[in-house]
T-cell receptor, first 116, second 113 residues
């Protein structure tokens, strides 16, 4: 149990376009979802936290207009990178936290974004 | 600020060797400490955790002891297997209600048969 999926696993897009990444909790309801970013040989850095039906809370230095997060249901959150640039190329990982016995964060496998 | 430092990899060992991956932390509060593992193509999984000083977390033969005096949480395993090849992340979280997890950079482990 407690499986989180991400789609796509890899995406290549052209500079200036937007790309959407989906994060789904497959077998539990995620009251909170988190989006992380990981640069090569660097730590996972928390970008934002979202609660179902509420606006996301962004970490300092993360542009909310560039990284749009939607958490419209208890099993789905999306991250849209708008007007992507090569410096947005990174590994994006989501995690989901349920309620009660599923109070830990469960992580997705990540999405590799390459902007050309 | 709060941070986690872990040894850089990759670490390459032969099967049945003893493993230590060092991890130290800096925290303003009283953190909980974690080790996560990421197998190829999969998401991070919680391997073990400790919530207070001198606690020992253990799972799948791995152990780590919360050492407040040295601000460390080193990961150890007495006899590694090829299936332990993965990336290991040390992490901390401050407080009960704060969901923000701070990760180290990760250590890639290769186990040779």
């Amino acid at each position: 149990g407690a499986v989180v999926s991400q789609h796509p696993s890899r995406v290549i897009c052209k500079s200036g376009t937007s790309v959407k990444i989906e994060c789904r909790s497959l077998d539990f309801q995620a009251t909170t979802m988190f989006w992380y970013r990981q640069f090569p040989k660097q730590s996972l850095m928390l970008m934002a936290t979202s609660n179902e039906g509420s606006k996301a809370t962004y970490e300092q230095g993360v542009e909310k207009d560039k990284f749009l997060i939607n958490h419209a249901s208890l099993t789905l959150s999306t991250l849209t990178v708008t007007s992507a640039h090569p410096e947005d190329s990174s590994f994006y990982i989501c995690s989901a936290r349920g309620a009660g016995g599923l109070n830990e964060q469960y992580f997705g496998p990540g999405t590799r974004l390459t902007v050309t | 600020g709060d941070s986690v430092t872990q040894m850089e990899g990759p670490v390459t060992l032969s099967e049945e060797a003893f493993l230590t991956i060092n991890c130290t932390y800096t925290a303003t509060g009283y953190p909980s400490l974690f080790w996560y593992v990421q197998y190829p193509g999969e998401g991070l999984q919680l391997l073990l955790k400790a919530t207070k000083a001198d606690d020992k977390g253990s799972n799948k033969g791995f152990e780590a002891t919360y050492r407040k005096e040295t601000t460390s949480f080193h990961l150890e395993k007495g006899s590694v297997q090829v299936s332990d090849s993965a990336v290991y992340f040390c992490a901390l979280k401050i407080g009960h209600r704060d969901d923000k997890i701070i990760f180290g950079k990760g250590t890639r482990l290769h186990i040779l048969p």
